[in-house]
């Protein structure tokens, strides 16, 4: 009797990094797990060994920055059961998003020497722009410990248990005193989605927002704060256009202030 088949796992690179990719090699023995209930058929940063489609779960790395992007990651849809972005670059444009909010011709002038050589898009967009996508995970990078939850939330058939809090409340598990009360330090912690562990307060620094928007942020009371530490519109639309610079509510966030800024005398 023929073994029976086994679920399909496809790894896509878009415009990014690498470093969510690297979370999944960085799973280590759990990945070794996860091999004897997947194939992993497409996974160009761990082996030049390819099969082809259809995939049953396909996870995709990076934003959408070149016309070619935007026609790849149709095809990649198209050939996958389930689609899964990982990290803030396909989530919400990543850090390259910058772009958005400039004049894209002026940096395309100084950065290259012959650019009419260049094919890219005026924008760096996520995922989710373009296709449809069956579930997001946030991140720069993401979790590896998330990762596997998603993984194994594919393979049970049932939805991933990842968490919507704030990395307030992974602060309170740690024991770490809050930077921004007791130390008057910017911190996006109290608006940014848990995943990381709160890496940054534990070492007295403000969390930057990697991990994008958490579920129900108070961006009003956040942005208030800021300015009762000191800091200026022009300030609080830099912290906000980061890593998920067009995550709908950072996004508000940075245009709102950049709208005060622009009052300023």
Known sequence: M??????????????????????????????????????????????????????????????????????????????SRVLVTIGACATAGGIQSLRNFAEFEEFRRAVYARPEYLDTLATSTPIADHVPVDFELRGCPISKHQLLEVVSAFLQGRSPNTPNESVCIECKRRGTVCVLVARGTPCLGPVTQAGCGAICPAFDRGCYGCFGPQGSPNIPSMVGRLHELGMTPGAVQRVFRTYNAMAPAFKGAADAAGAEKGTEP
Do not use: H, M
Request: negative net charge.
């Open 2 to 79: 023929p073994a029976p088949l086994r679920p399909r796992l496809a790894v896509w690179k878009f415009a990014s990094c690498d470093g969510c990719q690297l979370s999944v090699l960085d799973l280590e023995d759990d990945l070794l797990a996860i091999a004897d209930r997947l194939e992993i058929a497409n996974f160009r940063e761990a082996s030049s060994a390819v099969v082809d489609g259809p995939y049953d779960l396909s996870l995709v790395e990076g934003s959408v920055t070149t016309p070619e992007d935007a026609r790849r990651i149709r095809e990649v849809r198209a050939e």
